[in-house]
């Protein structure tokens, strides 16, 4: 692989650009691909505080060294192993209140991707996690700008484990392509095809297919209609049946005879 550099003059960072088979693909849908980065989510959100890129311009690296996740926990990856990519986009008229369908449209892109390259069980982890055989496979982080009752602009980031077979101890139930299929993959070409994918359910999400996208995205959510056990806060733990997400992102959970709603700061969904 050949790899050229040039200058963003709005920034003045050397970008470094992929050139092979699927360079003029990066080019054509605006990907800028760096050689290393801090954090693809940092660079996008920088990117969108000081210009205006086009719609759908991503940020890729696959050697991200201060990677970010949810509620400011750090995203751990191998060089050169991964995909860290941060997708940039102006979603049509969403209102605040149906910023939940990003993470939707998000987990059902890295979903479709992953299908394409394996037949082992992929699944939506409350909140924003795919499992891969109940095993963390990719993670999503979604920053919105905000004005009046719409959202603005959005970073939907997305860290998927590729060719990594070994992860650290603090992270037992991690999986990678890698381990699932038994062989390695050429990380441009996946990341072209997970591009793609985000499009696809993108185009959903701004052509008003919201119901469609939340009935997929609870097909094929993780413990759904089943006996689940959770970790509240205090280290208290309780099981409760799945019911569903509500149009804010809080998991319905049944306990006793009622249903109960929790977001992402009060619970966490225990494998």
Known sequence: MFLSNFVNLSTNIVITIVDNSVSEFFRQKNIIFFKTLDSTQSYALELTSKSKPIDKTAILTYN????????????????????????????????????FLLSMT???AVMRFLLQYTQKKIQIKWPNDILLDNKKICGILI??????????????GMGVNINQTAFEAGLPNASSLAIAEGKEF?????????????????????TGMHEL???EYHTNLFG?????????????VFSAE???????????????????????????LLL
């Open 242 to 268: 799945v019911k569903g997400v509500d149009i804010d992102g809080r998991l319905m959970l049944t306990i006793g005879n009622r249903i109960e709603k929790f977001d992402i700061r009060e619970i966490k």
């Open 213 to 215: 996208l939340r009935s």
């Open 186 to 206: 050429a990380l441009d070409e996946l990341s072209a095809e997970l591009y793609q994918c985000f499009e696809y359910y993108y185009q959903w999400l701004n």
């Open 143 to 156: 920053n919105n700008s905000l004005q009046g009752m719409y959202i603005t602009s959005s970073v939907t």
């Open 64 to 99: 991200q060294l201060a990677g970010k996740g949810q509620l400011g926990a750090k995203w751990q990856t191998q060089a050169d192993k991964n995909i860290c990519m941060s997708i940039i986009g102006y979603p049509i008229k969403l209102k605040v209140g149906e910023q």
């Open 224 to 236: 759904i209609g089943a006996i689940n056990r959770f970790a509240k806060q205090d280290g208290s």
């Open 106 to 108: 998000a987990a059902l």
